[in-house]
């Protein structure tokens, strides 16, 4: 086959999965009229999520599906290694906005086991334009560096990493104007840290304890009296 040839092969494949893509569409929306005739009105009209979803960019942790929730139930964020850097006005939008004009009760750090980004972290391989992004995970490993450090099994420490990673991202969070002065008027959003595992499937709740999470934290970052709104 001549380039000629190849080109107008790989152009076919290319147009036949965007074609079934559409077509899988079209299939949702039956699926979803038929099981309840007014779902996309209810859709259209607004969202009210309870749930602030910040995960991994990872093609295999589908945010709703692994959470069991539709369409509208969850406010998703996602990102390389689920990192919440207070430096990221990404992140730092999808919070303020979340807290303060949703009003989400819970704000969920889901990391993932096998996460690449972790993975690339603990290798002293120069990733470019990732390096100062990978940089926010070799910081949690510096923090925790005497523990790590024991861990002998790479696929161990990796997973620990990962988990710690989670935790690290949920202080981040914590550490915002927007819910810090959320809970203080409403007693809520709730941080959790989460891990999803590629091997089974299942969730694992890293059972943090938002309450001393946030007292510990604000004697150093207490913005409950700051302006309203404000994520810094």
């Not at 990221?88 to 819970?106: C, F, G, Q, R, T």
């Not at 941080?191 to 499937?201: A, E, P, Q, R």
Request: glycine share 6%; aromatic share 8%.
């Amino acid at each position: 086959m001549d380039a000629k040839g190849r080109q107008h092969s790989v152009s076919h494949f290319l147009r036949e999965n965007q074609d079934r893509i559409f077509a899988n569409n079209r299939a949702w929306v039956a699926s979803k009229v038929k099981e309840d005739s007014g779902f996309f009105e209810k859709l259209s009209s607004g969202q009210h999520p309870d749930y602030l979803y910040i995960g991994c960019a990872d093609s295999r942790v589908p945010a709703n599906e692994i959470m069991g929730l539709d369409a509208g139930e969850v406010f998703v964020h996602r990102n390389i290694a689920n990192l919440v850097p207070n430096t990221d006005l990404n992140v730092m939008s999808v919070i303020e906005y979340a807290v303060v004009h949703l009003h989400v009760k819970h704000i969920v750090v889901c990391g993932h086991y096998n996460c690449g980004g972790v993975q690339a972290a603990l290798s002293h391989t120069d990733m470019g334009i990732l390096n100062p992004w990978l940089r926010n995970i070799r910081d949690v490993y510096r923090l925790y560096e005497k523990e790590l450090d024991e861990i002998q099994d790479l696929a161990e420490k990796n997973k620990r990493l990962v988990e710690l990673n989670v935790l690290e991202q949920c202080r981040n969070v914590i550490k915002t104007a927007a819910v810090q002065q959320s809970y203080q008027k409403n007693e809520y959003p709730i941080v959790h840290g989460w891990v999803f595992d590629l091997k089974d499937g299942l969730l694992k709740d890293l059972e943090i304890d938002f309450e001393n999470v946030l007292k510990s934290i604000q004697k150093i970052y207490n913005l409950e009296a700051g302006r309203k709104g404000s994520t810094a």
